[in-house]
């Protein structure tokens, strides 16, 4: 079943900023879509919750070095 979640991420600054994030996001089974909204600093996420989960996500996005926390 297909979950969306959505994380506030305060050091996103840039395009290349949602690209590294999106891309490392996609590279996970789970993820159907991802969503970078650069201005307001949010990652909206599609995934299948029974291949991940929230903590999961967000694990992937901090192991790039930024740091997400639940919208």
Not at 5 to 29: E, M, P, W, Y
């Amino acid at each position: 079943m297909m979950k969306e979640t959505t994380f506030k991420v305060s050091d996103i600054h840039c395009g290349g900023c949602g690209n590294a994030i999106s891309t490392a996001l996609r590279q996970h089974g789970s993820v159907e879509k991802v969503d970078v909204d650069v201005a307001e600093k949010l990652v909206h996420v599609v995934y299948d919750e029974n291949l991940a989960d929230d903590q999961t996500l967000a694990k992937r996005i901090s192991d790039i070095g930024y740091t997400p926390t639940k919208a």
